[in-house]
T-cell receptor, first 115, second 112 residues
Framework: DVKVTQSSRYLVKRTGEKVFLECVQDMDHENMFWYRQDPGLGLRLIYFSYDVKMKEKGDIPEGYSVSREKKERFSLILESASTNQTSMYLC???WGLGTISYEQYFGPGTRLTVT | QKEVEQNSGPLSVPEGAIASLNCTYSDRGSQSFFWYRQYSGKSPELIMFIYSNGDKEDGRFTAQLNKASQYVSLLIRDSQPSDSATYLCAAGGNFGNEKLTFGTGTRLTIIP
């Protein structure tokens, strides 16, 4: 069974704080992704990584950074949290080798509230 | 800009009937297609994937793909109240390191 875990289910932070969200997968997947999901807006890709130390901007990277030092771990960093970053954050992973895009497996999500 | 479009619903279906969910995609080069189920407050869960034209069946679920029409559908037979959720359609490209493009989802309600 594929397992993607996220460091927290619920998190409350203050405006201006630095926030770390961590994701770990146990399937030796090459690709890892960070999304946020807001009502009416669907899933929006923040960043993804297709290899260790590699990263690509998604659709909404502003205000976020990422780190992937080990294959199984992908961290999302909010350098200075703002109230408009209150959201559900979802991590996902997938196989990355081959000539098609494979299914992504999601972690349970972190509901972040910035006050 | 690659797009995946779904009717947002809500789609209401009586218990025991067939629920039909539809999705169209803009990138003719898309090669892989996925259906996810998402319960309120939970993360998306993969229920089906399909790569080839035609039908793919798994239990009560059937995914249908028509590449010429750029159309993917999901049929749920013998719908149960536990099928009430939002269903996300996603399309993938030609490379393993490509991201998926997700639709915004269709909310399905099964009426007992």
């Amino acid at each position: 069974d594929v397992k993607v875990t996220q460091s927290s289910r619920y998190l409350v932070k203050r405006t201006g704080e630095k926030v770390f969200l961590e994701c770990v997968q146990d399937m030796d997947h090459e690709n890892m992704f960070w999304y946020r999901q807001d009502p009416g807006l669907g899933l929006r890709l923040i960043y993804f990584s297709y290899d260790v130390k590699m990263k690509e901007k998604g659709d909404i990277p502003e205000g976020y950074s990422v780190s992937r030092e080990k294959k199984e771990r992908f961290s999302l960093i909010l350098e200075s949290a703002s109230t408009n970053q209150t959201s559900m954050y979802l991590c996902a992973s997938s196989w990355g080798l081959g000539t098609i895009s494979y299914e992504q497996y999601f972690g349970p999500g972190t509901r972040l509230t910035v006050t | 800009q690659k797009e995946v479009e779904q009717n947002s619903g809500p789609l209401s279906v009586p218990e025991g009937a067939i629920a039909s969910l539809n999705c169209t995609y803009s990138d003719r080069g898309s090669q892989s297609f996925f259906w996810y189920r998402q319960y309120s407050g939970k993360s998306p869960e993969l229920i089906m994937f399909i790569y080839s034209n035609g039908d793919k069946e798994d239990g009560r679920f059937t995914a249908q793909l028509n590449k010429a029409s750029q159309y993917v559908s999901l049929l749920i037979r013998d719908s149960q109240p536990s099928d009430s959720a939002t269903y996300l359609c996603a399309a993938g490209g030609n490379f393993g390191n490509e991201k998926l493009t997700f639709g915004t989802g269709t909310r399905l309600t099964i009426i007992p």
